[in-house]
C-alpha cells in the first residue's frame, strides 16, 4: 500500500470537496426535506450525495477497501482495509444552520485505525492524522492539553436523543461533571468533540449511543495527539461508538473511573 502519509493528504482533499459541497447547500436547505431514519435521527439528500461522492473517489484511491458508511449507499464490506464514513457529522446542526458540522473519514487495517480526517466545515478546520505520523490541524502540529486532573478540564458529551434506557444514569454523571470540571459542552458532532481533545480545546468527552463512523477518523487524530479513546470498560479495540470515553492521557484514567462509576 501507498505511504500512509500520501494517502491522507488524498483523503484530505477529498474531505474538502465534500465539505464544500455541503457548506454550498446550507444556505438552499429546506427542514422539511429531512426525512427521517428513527426517532431525532434525520437524513437528508445532502448527506447521501456527500457519502457518495465520497465513496466514488475513496474506491479510486485503494480499490481493494471496504466500506461501513453511516448513509449504506455502498454495501458494508469488511476486508483488510476498511474506509468508516460519516459523510456529515452533526446533521441536526446541519439542518438548522448551526455550527459545527464535519466530514468524518477514517481508514483501518486489520480493524486498527491507520488515517483519520475530520474537516469541521464550519471553521475552515481540517484535521488529519495517520499512524505514526502525528496529528494536525490545517498543517499544524496539535497536541492534547496539559491538563492532568477532572478539576482543570472542560468536558464535551452528546446528550442522549434516541436511546433513553440509560438516561438517569447519564443525568447523575452529567451533574457530577457540573460539580467537578471547568464546565460541560455540547457541541452535536462528536468527530469534532473528540477533534477538539486533539488539539487542546476540550480535555475529555464521553457520549453512549454513537456509531463506528462517528469515532473512527478522530480515535487515530485523538491517539496521535497524545489521547485515548474506549468504552466504558476500558476496551480500547474495534470501538463500535455505543460507549465512547476519550480524553487526553493525563485524564485518561480519571474519566474512565467516574463514567465506570455512574454507567455501570
Ligand atoms: P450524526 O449527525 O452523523 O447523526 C452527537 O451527539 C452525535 O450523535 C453526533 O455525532 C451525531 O451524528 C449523532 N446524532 C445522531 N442523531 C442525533 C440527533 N438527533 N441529535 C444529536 N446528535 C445526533
Ligand atoms: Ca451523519
Redesign the pocket.
Known amino acids: 500500500m501507498t505511504d500512509l502519509k500520501v494517502i491522507t493528504g488524498e483523503i484530505e482533499k477529498i474531505a474538502r470537496e465534500a465539505g464544500n459541497f455541503i457548506k454550498n447547500e446550507v444556505t438552499r436547505f429546506d427542514i422539511s426535506k429531512a426525512e427521517v431514519k428513527g426517532l431525532?435521527?434525520?437524513v437528508s439528500y445532502v448527506d447521501k450525495n456527500a457519502e457518495k461522492l465520497i465513496v466514488k473517489k475513496l474506491s479510486a484511491l485503494l480499490p481493494d477497501a471496504g466500506f461501513n458508511t453511516?448513509e449504506g449507499t455502498v454495501k458494508s464490506e469488511n476486508k483488510k482495509y476498511l474506509w468508516v464514513v460519516?459523510p456529515?457529522?452533526?446533521?441536526?446542526n446541519f439542518m438548522h444552520g448551526c455550527p459545527p458540522f464535519a466530514v468524518s473519514i477514517g481508514l483501518k487495517e486489520d480493524s486498527y485505525e491507520v488515517a483519520g480526517v475530520v474537516y469541521e466545515i464550519t471553521a475552515d478546520e481540517m484535521f488529519t492524522a495517520w499512524k505514526e505520523g502525528g496529528a494536525w490541524l490545517n498543517g499544524e502540529r496539535i497536541h492534547v492539553s496539559s491538563a492532568s486532573a477532572l478539576s482543570e478540564s472542560l468536558v464535551a458529551t452528546?446528550?442522549p436523543?434516541?436511546d433513553f434506557s440509560r438516561l438517569d444514569k447519564y443525568i447523575e454523571l452529567f451533574t457530577w461533571f457540573l460539580k467537578n470540571s471547568h464546565g460541560v459542552r455540547r457541541l452535536?458532532?462528536?468527530?469534532t468533540d473528540i477533534a477538539y481533545i486533539a488539539c487542546g480545546r476540550f480535555e475529555a468527552f464521553y457520549?453512549y449511543g454513537?456509531h463506528p463512523w462517528?469515532i473512527a477518523a478522530a480515535t487515530i487524530i485523538l491517539r496521535e495527539a497524545g489521547g485515548k479513546i474506549s468504552d466504558f470498560s476500558g476496551n480500547e479495540g474495534n470501538l463500535s461508538g455505543k460507549e465512547v470515553v476519550a480524553a487526553s492521557v493525563a485524564v485518561y484514567s480519571e474519566i474512565l473511573g467516574v463514567v465506570n462509576k455512574f454507567m455501570k
Not at 188 to 191: I, T
Open positions: 431525532n435521527n434525520f453511516e460519516d456529515l457529522d452533526g446533521t441536526t452528546g446528550f436523543y434516541s452535536g458532532s462528536a468527530a457520549e454513537l462517528d
